[in-house]
Nanobody, 119 residues
Framework: QVTLVESGGGLVQAGGSLRLSCVAS????????GGWFRQAPGKEREFVAH????????AYADSVKGRFTISKDNAKNTVYLQMNSLKLEDTAVYYC????????????WGQGTQVTVSS
């Protein structure tokens, strides 16, 4: 069992930056792929980014590519999401997720952290 706890959300002006953190506990995180998803009010949850177990491979949604960076520190059991040049449409609850590298679906989820971008 893996427990994920996100932090770092908050209120920021458009064009600003935030860094989200996701700390995993319960099992070693080094064999897990980490991911970030988000859900805006009235919308379905959508993929934002993921990073493979070693941190050597990443993928991003087109909407955040070039602005967001996902990273992973296995020694700290932590996945980060650096968000720069934030836009109003980035406002959402951001969820951390994890899956074993051999699995195809994410099955561990955090409780979410609110990110609000204001004009």
């Amino acid at each position: 069992q893996v427990t994920l706890v996100e932090s770092g959300g908050g209120l920021v002006q458009a064009g600003g930056s935030l860094r989200l953190s996701c700390v995993a506990s319960g099992r070693t995180f080094s064999t897990y792929t980490g991911g970030w998803f988000r859900q805006a009010p009235g919308k379905e949850r959508e993929f934002v980014a993921h990073i493979n177990w070693s941190g050597s491979s990443t993928a991003y949604a087109d909407s955040v590519k070039g602005r967001f960076t996902i990273s992973k520190d296995n020694a700290k059991n932590t996945v980060y999401l650096q968000m720069n040049s934030l836009k109003l449409e980035d406002t959402a609850v951001y969820y951390c997720a994890a899956r074993h590298y051999s699995a195809s679906q994410f099955y561990y989820w955090g409780q979410g952290t609110q990110v609000t971008v204001s004009s």
